[in-house]
């Protein structure tokens, strides 16, 4: 097969000590800022563009893919044991993973969250070694209305974190579309929600919601009670998954990789939607669904596979039709340009090396992110044993780095604070806070495609039913929503003998 | 690597050159140039900033650099940092450009653009208008003619909504006679997402700068219908928007802007670098990697553009409904 | 029995009201582009209705006695000053403040406001080596500034210490 010598070509390039290095301290930047709130591939890859005027293309690019998927592994890292996302995508795998921490059982959620990205990370790599073609014009035939769409069946499947009630999580829900609304209007230019604070024309980071909720909530949580705090001191120590733990995760760590890599292809797919689905297919799919909430494994697996999928599938049409649909890949292509390469569809025809390469060099940086990070769960577990007093200084000084170091502005500190003691209130009077980030990464991304498709249909409505995506994807959160009760219904209709006619 | 050692000692140097009286800071005030980037890392304006660093130090004519980043709201964050924290600063410079216009009028902003001495303007990036392959206007003309006919029916991509993309979608509906207002717009999160759109057939045309469709022209995906150019391009089959009758020429301009408070003598230093960039083969050379026109102009004639550009483009965000 | 109102609730009921209201009038105060097909307030008046449905719910479930939450545990008011002292170090310190021209307090940085961030924090959560603390901070945070902006150039804030650096 062609594509296979291509791909023995791009070991060829990718196994060279030179770039072996390049790879090695890719992954091993890359998880580092992984780790830590607010810092992401994006930025840090920015920043290195200058090495692009001493080292040779692929060695660039092979350090940069390594950062990128790196982060992606690093994560979930701070998300499970100190409940502090550092990356929006790993927002959900703090839901299930921080619980299993606080139950003792932080290396099972480490280890299956770096064992699912390398499993999610290889399917995705292999997902665009055969398919990139097909899946991006897969990809491709997705307009605003089936996106919006999608984001419906996202908000129905996401009732699944809505938590003890409906009203409290819904109020979490529409404060966290409220936050994501702030700033100018991306589809007509004005300004919403700003108060005429410059720095919130941007909008709202949405890690400085998350780590202000959990980690910033959460200290001053502990802060002000004693009692618990000392609690939380006693965390019991298993470092490995049980036979049970693989059992329950293997197969999530799969449907994550499918769920993740398409809708990561998608030019407006992202990587949050991805896990928001994996955790409630979870939830529905696990045997032990009352675990959920309380530290469910698969509810790590899932999302964590689905994010590090879609990592994967983001690179699909960069690599395939020079389409940047990711901040990350957008420098990654800035960084093309600075060599004066054109990425574009022509890419694979005028430098298979380069390609093929790169493609090579994400196998091999996966194996390494699984060697460099299964060792580091035991150390990572020890993490927790500092004691409460410093531990939670550290992540006191690791956000304030997250939130006003990324961008020098006290307002993002003041924000960050204020979401703070928002969060220490929520938790107070039992509200969840999951909703809040849900709302706010969903509520924007619904809104913006709905009215894009209404431009472009011209205001008519009928193109949400007329697409056959659109319409499919619509029939699906119908028969979501209805399903579960038309199947009460009939069996109502149709008691089983040992029932009393009537009784139900 | 990167060269930690130089980053190193710059930061030094300028550490104790702070703690200076006045006079000798002065003194040696064009041994480094400090560049204010009002905008994250990895965008165009950071990446001017590093094409000067990178040809200036190259060709000797300066030696260490600082780089500061304020992101946000097209400039409007960073504007005012840079006005209060550098002002008097004889070696700051700010890159900026026609993107930051339209965000200071569209924001209603209260500082100007204006109030910096201006410096130069480097280059130009002018715009395209595509249509996918399959489309069935094959020129200009077949796409105003469907546009004047119903507006509504002709969806446009592009960046932001108040942006470069969106200001020369007006200019154009002014210029054929739609009313700005009428434009429908669709605005998307960069380049990117704008070509995806256009790839799936998702909107009737797009518009945005050449490069972001340079690519997909070439690989027979995307078709040129015209360029805002003042005159035809080498090596890109299409006419520029005057041939076909659209009285528009646009470019996305970018440039260089000092502190405020700076001194006549010490704004022609300044103008004086510029001058040797320009004039230097290494600067072209980096103009034709990165496909930028040079467009160089420098001191008061920069001056007196950017005030006409202020004129225009109040002009047509107010056509937009975006200035008042 | 009677059902008697639960104060605190009804607070929270009353503050998720007072949202709906606010998000209501900043949402008046879109400007309206005649343009848009779909209006840039149209959403955001979809949440105002939809905070002001779920507040008056809570309200309600406020007057009717409530509902099951933390309640009973005693706060720790020190621990909760001290972590506030903290916070409040690091924001007035890291950038300095000033009204207008003139300077109330000089921009320290990133280390020695984040230093009294990390000691306090220590104090909240029951230390009593306040001095072993402001150093364990101290290192911490050097060792963070030149990671951070020294080898990979994130800017995390440069005042007095950062310079010698």
């Not at chain 1, 005027?53 to 940069?64: G, M, R, Y």
Request: proline share 6%; hydrophobic share 50%.
């Amino acid at each position: 097969m062609e594509t296979l010598g291509h791909l023995a070509q791009g070991f060829a390039v990718a196994l060279t000590p030179i770039n072996l290095m390049w790879a090695l301290i890719g992954v091993a930047v890359g998880t580092a800022i992984g780790v830590l709130p607010g810092l992401g591939p994006a930025l840090t890859i920015a920043l290195l563009l200058p090495i692009t005027t001493k080292v040779d293309p692929t060695a660039a690019f092979i350090l940069f893919a390594g950062i990128y998927y790196g982060a992606m592994y690093g994560g979930s890292t701070t998300s499970i044991l100190l409940n502090t996302p550092g990356e929006s995508a790993t927002i959900v795998t703090a839901l299930e993973g921080n619980r299993m921490a606080k139950r003792g059982r932080a290396g099972a959620a480490l280890a299956t969250a770096a064992i699912g990205s390398f499993v999610a990370g290889t399917i995705g790599t292999i997902g665009i070694t055969f398919l990139a073609g097909p899946v991006v014009d897969f990809a491709l035939k997705f307009g605003p209305a089936d996106y919006f769409s999608l984001m419906v069946l996202c908000f129905v499947t996401v009732s699944a974190v809505l938590g003890n009630s409906a009203v409290r999580g819904l109020t979490a829900l529409f404060i966290g579309m409220f936050l994501g609304m702030i700033g100018v209007d991306n589809q007509s230019g004005q300004i919403r929600f700003a108060f005429g604070i410059t720095e919130l024309y941007d909008g709202i980071n949405v890690i400085i919601v998350a780590v202000g909720l959990f980690a910033i909530g959460e200290t001053l949580w502990l802060a002000a009670q004693p009692k618990v705090r000392d609690e939380v001191l006693d965390i019991k120590d298993s470092i490995w998954m049980s036979r049970e733990d693989w059992a329950r995760s293997w197969k999530p760590w799969i449907r994550g990789s499918l769920i993740g890599f398409p809708i990561g292809a998608m030019p407006a797919g992202g990587a949050e939607i991805p896990t928001f689905f994996s955790y409630s297919l979870e939830k529905k799919l696990s045997p032990k669904p009352e675990e959920f909430g309380h530290g469910a494994i698969e509810g790590v697996a899932g999302p964590e596979a689905a994010n590090n999928a879609s990592a994967a599938g983001v690179l699909v049409p960069m690599l395939a039709l020079g389409l940047p649909t990711s901040a990350t890949a957008a420098i990654m292509l800035s960084a093309f340009q600075s060599y004066g390469i054109n990425p574009g569809p022509q890419l694979l025809e005028s430098n298979p090396q380069l390609v093929w390469g790169l493609i090579a060099s994400l196998y091999v940086g996966n194996v390494m992110l699984l060697v460099l990070n299964l060792p580091l769960v035991g150390l990572w577990v020890k993490m927790l044993k500092i004691p409460a007093p410093l531990l939670y200084g550290g992540i006191l000084i690791f956000a304030t780095i997250g939130s006003y170091g990324i961008s020098r502005s006290v307002i993002d500190l003041i924000l960050l604070y204020l979401i703070g003691i928002m969060g220490f209130f929520m938790r107070k009077f039992d509200f969840p806070t999951a909703p809040v980030i849900i709302g706010m990464i969903l509520g924007p991304m619904a809104e913006t495609n709905f009215r894009q498709a209404m431009t472009i249909s011209n205001g008519d409505w009928s193109t949400f039913l007329t697409r056959p995506l659109s319409a499919s994807l619509l029939a699906l959160t119908l028969i979501l929503l209805l399903g579960p009760k038309l199947h009460m219904f009939f069996r109502n209709r149709n008691p089983k003998p040992d029932h009393v006619p009537g009784d139900a | 690597m990167l060269n930690r050692r130089t980053l190193l000692t710059t930061s030094l140097a300028l550490g104790g050159a702070a703690m200076l009286p006045f006079s000798r800071a002065e003194a040696q005030a064009l041994q480094s140039l400090q560049i204010f980037v009002p905008a994250a890392p990895g965008g165009g304006w950071d990446g001017t900033g590093r094409a000067i660093e990178q040809v200036m130090r190259a060709e000797k004519i300066m030696e260490s650099f600082q780089f500061e980043h304020a992101p946000g709201a097209g400039g409007v964050v960073g504007l005012p940092k840079f006005m209060s924290s550098k002002k008097g600063q004889p070696n700051a410079v700010m890159v900026g450009g026609m993107v930051m216009v339209g965000a200071i009028i569209a924001n209603k902003a209260p500082l100007k653009l204006t109030d910096l001495p201006p410096i130069a303007r480097l280059t130009g990036e002018f715009e395209a208008i595509v249509v996918p392959a399959a489309s069935p206007f094959k020129t200009m003309k077949d796409l105003v003619a469907a546009f004047k006919a119903d507006p509504a029916k002709v969806s446009w991509a592009g960046g932001s909504a108040g942006g470069t993309d969106h200001i020369l979608a007006g200019m154009i509906a002014k210029a054929v006679g739609v009313d700005p207002k009428k434009v429908a717009y669709v605005a998307f999160a960069g380049g990117g997402p704008a070509v995806a759109a256009l790839l799936g057939n998702q909107v009737s045309c797009g518009v945005s700068g050449y490069g972001e469709f340079a690519e997909q022209v070439k690989a027979g995906k995307l078709r040129v219908l015209a360029l805002s150019a003042d005159k035809r391009q080498q090596g890109i089959d299409a006419p520029t928007l005057k041939e076909e009758g659209v009285d528009v020429e646009l470019f996305n301009w970018r440039g260089v802007f000092g502190a405020p408070g700076i001194t006549k003598e010490q704004q022609a230093a300044l103008i004086g670098l510029f001058d040797k960039l320009n004039a230097s083969a290494g600067w072209k050379a980096e103009l034709a990697k990165r496909d930028w026109t040079g467009i160089y102009l420098s001191g008061d004639g920069f001056g007196k553009y950017i005030e006409s550009e202020v004129t225009r483009i109040t002009g047509i965000l107010k056509d937009l409904g975006l200035a008042s | 029995m009677t059902i008697r109102p639960a104060l605190p609730e009804l607070f929270v009921g009353l503050g998720v009201l007072a949202l709906a209201a606010l998000v209501g009038w900043a949402t008046a105060a879109i400007p309206q582009s005649t343009y848009a097909r779909i209006s840039p307030a149209a959403f955001p008046w979809a949440i105002t209705a939809g905070l002001a449905a779920l507040g008056a719910l809570l309200t309600i479930e406020g007057l009717r006695g409530g509902w099951e939450h933390d309640e009973g545990t005693v706060l720790d008011l020190p621990g909760i000053l001290w972590l506030g002292t903290g916070l409040a170090a690091n924001l007035l310190l890291i950038d300095g403040l000033s009204i207008g021209e003139t300077v109330i307090l000089p921009r320290m940085g990133f280390i020695i406001a984040s230093t009294i961030l990390f000691a306090c924090t220590a104090r909240a959560f029951g230390s009593r080596r306040f001095l072993r603390d402001l150093a364990f901070g101290l290192v911490l945070t050097i060792v963070a500034y030149i990671g951070f902006d020294r080898v990979l150039g994130y800017q995390i804030g440069s005042g007095i210490i950062e310079r010698f650096l």
